[in-house]
């Protein structure tokens, strides 16, 4: 670990104590994952403080974990499903964080929004909630971003099918886009090979 981040890391703990549920050091960077109840707090708090100094939101993605109940052991394998991961950049310290925060209720996850302490954060919670479904409260105008207005679901929800729920065509008689339940029919395409006899040089 470099001196730079030996002296976050320090500073992490010292500043955030036992609000801190994980701090690792992975490949160089340092990940902080807090709890939902801390989170709105915490965000302040590095943007905030004069040893932190986080004036910068890069980055705000949402992440489903629930295929990592099936793969083996892993620290989030028991855990809850929903995650926002934040990437932060202080300019006057020169360093970066990685922040986790994990909604409690799966069925319908909720996080504090942080629109009001980084003002970037608006779109990306809003691409968060239309592709996993993360509700932001306080968020002051939370709809989709990607997706139609009408669109059922939310996409990068592990469990949402590859083929979508319905197809959109155009319709020529109302000379309008109508949506249709799917068509296609899932099935699994093994391709067919053929090899010379001497392909690659084998007998």
Not at 36 to 42: K, L, P, Q, V
Not at 126 to 146: S, T, V
Not at 159 to 177: A, H, I, L, N, S
Request: proline residues 4%.
């Amino acid at each position: 670990m470099s001196q730079k981040l030996a002296n976050l890391q320090a500073a992490l703990e010292r500043i955030l104590g036992d609000k801190i549920k994980r701090l690792d050091s992975i490949k160089g960077e340092l990940t902080l994952t807090v709890s939902a109840a801390d989170y709105h707090d915490i965000c302040l708090t590095l943007r905030d403080h004069a040893e932190l100094k986080f004036e910068m939101l890069v980055d705000l993605c949402g992440m489903d974990y629930s295929a990592y109940k099936d793969g083996g052991p892993s620290i989030y394998a028991d855990g809850p499903r929903f995650c926002a991961v934040t990437h932060l950049l202080s300019v006057n310290k020169n360093w970066r964080l990685r922040l986790k925060v994990f909604a409690l209720d799966d069925d319908f996850p909720v996080l504090a929004s942080i629109t009001d302490v980084w003002s970037s954060a608006n779109w990306f919670e809003r691409e968060a909630f239309d592709l996993y479904g993360i509700i932001f409260d306080g968020h002051n105008d939370l709809r989709r971003i990607l997706t139609d207005y009408g669109f059922i679901g939310h996409p990068f929800r592990k469990d949402f099918p590859t083929t979508g729920y319905v197809e959109m065509t155009y319709d020529e008689v109302q000379k309008r886009v109508v949506y249709q339940p799917v068509t296609i029919e899932p099935r699994e395409i093994t391709p067919r090979i053929i090899r010379e006899d001497n392909y690659g040089g084998l007998h």
